[in-house]
């Protein structure tokens, strides 16, 4: 029988696992990025591998279908860009973001293909003595991996949510709103968390920073907002649960943000029967937000931007002389040699801006900063499952790399000399001179019919979320005094 020689099913394991590579490859480039795309491949994985081992009867195929599935996807990822898929970049950021993504995603499809390939030698030992099955302790660990796979596929099942807005009665509360929804923006599709007391009250539509960051979670910190607000916090194109739109990323530059801020304004215009809403951006979603306003303001009732970015080169450049400086005074000869390393500004890599900027923030630390409003803290909570998470970290690199480059473009000063709708540009008390100077100097020359220049006690570069309860009083105020606009 043709089944019964070694060679022969050997190559129809080799056969099955490539041909499963090669579909995941095409329908799944960057491995399974949702909660229902990880929910489909953790048993297929486990079926191919169960398959396999059925196939090749020997306990090497516990590393064989695995290690061809492997090879075979690395080989379709060739093309895709960002850190998390192509080539480990040789630094400490670019091989950390490359090896944690593909532990996370070994845990999705390489442990479940493993587990069922061993379960099918066991199988195949039921059928043929030919089998060289494991023994007790073997299946002990087959048993208990299979444990941890369907613990994980448990922990993925669980959906995200958000909270009803309850009344005093703790019940939902009559023409509230609180849902996260998809829409299709340019073509693709991007989340959305909406959550207001009242679904009548005026718009505001919030844009992370990063570039690659979601605020979903950092905006369910305090809700005072939605108190006067129908609070929109919006997860860009590759980022959070829009981290399946980061393809194709030749397409992923300012100007395409811009106009998904622009078709993101008007769906909600449209929804709520709102002629202009307010936009607010945190650090990079400053960026985007400030454009759109610039070239639609009719669309706007005001901006308000947190940590203004102006001139990312100039911020690197500011930076890169306050470290030094700063360095120096201390006598830290081991921030200096990462200096003399990365030499001065611009950088091409995202990873140099990295470093620069973990470099700022260690040495100019200030004792109100706790880290609890760092997006790193913030997607933990119940608007993002274990898949939006993975992908919230999976956006903030690869987004990050793509756009950081296209970023050193903009210069706000050049772009938008003037400004047809209200500007509040809010920052911390503690915000790096390297942001503030660029940002002083556009808001000065910046011609508007209304500006103020906020600054918020004991916060630093996300003042809005260090403060919410002063920032809340501030978006309270901009509704008065746009009252009519």
């Known amino acids: 029988m043709l089944l019964s020689d070694l060679r022969v099913r050997l190559l129809l394991a080799v056969v099955l696992s490539t041909t499963a590579a090669q579909l ?41 279908a695995p290690m061809v599935f492997v090879v075979v996807v690395e080989l379709g990822q060739m093309n895709l860009v960002g850190p998390t898929v192509d080539r480990p970049r040789l630094t400490l950021m670019g091989v950390l973001a490359w090896v944690a993504v593909r532990l996370a995603l070994g845990a999705l499809l390489v442990a479940p293909m493993a587990v069922g390939a061993g379960w099918g ?13 494991f ?45 996260l929804i998809t829409i299709d923006v340019n073509g693709l599709d991007q989340s959305l968390l909406i959550r207001g007391v009242d679904a009548d009250a005026p718009v505001l539509l919030h ?52 106009a998904d801020t622009l078709v993101v304004t008007d769906y909600l215009r449209e929804r709520f029967d709102e002629d202009r809403i307010v936009i607010t951006g945190q650090s990079y979603g400053t960026v985007p937000a400030v454009l759109a306003a610039a070239r639609h303001p009719e669309r706007y009732r005001a901006v308000v931007s947190t940590g203004q970015m102006v001139d990312v080169t100039a911020t690197d450049r500011l ?44 040495l100019f630390t200030y004792p109100e900063f706790d880290g609890h409003t760092e997006m790193t803290s913030t997607i933990w909570g119940p608007e993002n499952s274990l898949m939006d998470r993975l992908a919230a970290i999976r956006g903030l690199l690869d987004t990050y ?39 002083r100097a556009w808001f000065d020359r910046l011609d508007a019919p209304a500006k103020e220049w906020v600054e918020l006690p004991a916060s630093g570069h996300r003042a809005s979320f260090e403060q919410p309860a002063r920032y809340t009083r501030l978006l309270v105020r901009v509704l008065t005094e746009t009252d009519g606009a």
């Open 24 to 64: 995941c490859a095409d329908f799944l480039p960057r491995g399974p990025i949702t909660r229902v795309e990880a929910l489909v491949a953790i048993p297929a994985a486990a079926a191919v591998g169960l398959a396999a081992g059925a196939l090749v009867r020997r306990r090497f195929a516990v590393l064989l």
């Open 121 to 133: 030698v066991q199988l195949a030992a039921r059928r043929t003595s030919s089998v060289h099955r």
């Open 135 to 179: 023994r007790r302790t073997g299946t002990a660990v087959l048993a208990l991996t299979s444990l941890g796979i369907v613990a994980l596929a448990v922990l993925v099942a669980v959906p995200a949510s958000t909270a009803p807005i309850l009344g005093p009665d703790g019940q939902p509360r009559p023409n509230s709103i609180a849902e």
């Open 207 to 258: 844009l992370a920073g990063g570039p690659g960051g979601t605020d979903l979670g950092a905006m369910r910190l305090d809700t005072s907002l939605e108190e006067h607000f129908v609070v929109v916090t919006w997860d860009q194109r590759g980022t959070g649960k829009s981290y399946r739109a980061i393809d194709p990323t030749s397409t992923l530059t300012i100007d395409g943000a811009v």
């Open 319 to 362: 930076f890169h002389d306050d470290v030094t400086a700063e360095a120096r005074r201390r006598g830290d000869e081991a921030a200096l040699g990462r200096l003399a390393a990365l030499g001065p500004p611009p950088y091409e890599r995202w990873e140099e801006d990295l470093v620069l900027n973990d470099l700022e923030r260690g």
């Open 401 to 439: 790399a793509l756009l950081y480059p296209r970023l050193q473009q903009v210069d706000l000063r050049e772009s938008v000399p003037r400004l047809d709708v209200p500007l509040y540009v809010v920052m911390g008390e503690h915000e790096s001179r390297g942001r503030v100077v660029p940002a």
